[in-house]
T-cell receptor, first 117, second 109 residues
Framework: GAVVSQHPSWVICKSGTSVKIECRSL??????MFWYRQFPKQSLMLMATSNEGSKATYEQGVEKDKFLINHASLTLSTLTVTSAHPEDSSFYIC?????????????FGEGSWLTVV | DAKTTQPTSMDCAEGRAANLPCNHSTISGNEYVYWYRQIHSQGPQYIIH???NNETNEMASLIITEDRKSSTLILPHATLRDTAVYYCIVKTGANNLFFGTGTRLTVIP
């Protein structure tokens, strides 16, 4: 299947700083990418949907000024957690939609562990 | 998107077939059935998807009932590496995937 790569796999940052997570579709063009967050022992929760060249659509309760999403190209989307706090520590996962696969199949990255200390 | 119902957990003996059921009684005609799995601390892995017909690939088989209200994911020869949470999801078009709680499959040696 298609490959989606996230970087970094894990990051530790100090409270109050910002951290950027990249999501790349390696072998297909993704006009739509999704960002999820997963807390321990919980299911994935959608944070936002990003379409290439336009502003992201955020789910209810997700602060758009805190979680900045940029989808500037067909193969790259970034999530920036601004002024991170310990409660932002979580597993962040991106996914990309391949429109050329029947049903618009979505592929996921490996995930990025964020720890805010 | 229609919601799905899956058992919370299942066990399967190593080498045997694992049959994971999913109910999606409110599925609409243009919604696909997708299966993903998530191994601990990793991103979800795509397994298989289908619309009406049964599907098979190198990982699994997907059996969809004629009325499309339920489906079964079959792992023909389960290994210890198949221990994971399996998610059954129905999706329309370019919409996102809604993750329920899934089925925690434990493959027992």
């Amino acid at each position: 299947g298609a490959v989606v790569s996230q970087h970094p796999s894990w990051v530790i940052c100090k409270s109050g700083t910002s951290v950027k997570i990249e999501c790349r579709s390696l072998d297909f063009q993704a006009t739509t990418m999704f960002w999820y967050r997963q807390f321990p022992k919980q299911s994935l929760m959608l944070m936002a949907t990003s379409n290439e060249g336009s502003k992201a659509t955020y789910e209810q309760g997700v602060e758009k000024d805190k979680f900045l999403i940029n989808h500037a190209s067909l193969t790259l989307s970034t999530l920036t957690v601004t002024s991170a706090h310990p409660e932002d520590s979580s597993f962040y996962i991106c996914s990309a939609l391949d429109r050329f696969i029947s049903g618009n199949t979505i592929y996921f990255g490996e995930g990025s562990w964020l720890t805010v200390v | 998107d229609a919601k799905t119902t899956q058992p919370t957990s299942m066990d399967c003996a190593e080498g045997r077939a694992a049959n994971l059921p999913c109910n999606h009684s409110t599925i609409s005609g243009n919604e696909y059935v997708y299966w993903y799995r998530q191994i601990h601390s990793q991103g979800p892995q795509y397994i298989i998807h289908g619309l009406k017909n049964n599907e098979t690939n190198e990982m699994a088989s997907l059996i969809i009932t004629e009325d499309r209200k339920s489906s079964t994911l079959i792992l023909p020869h389960a290994t210890l590496r198949d221990t994971a949470v399996y998610y059954c999801i129905v999706k329309t078009g370019a919409n996102n995937l809604f993750f329920g709680t899934g089925t925690r499959l434990t493959v027992i040696p």
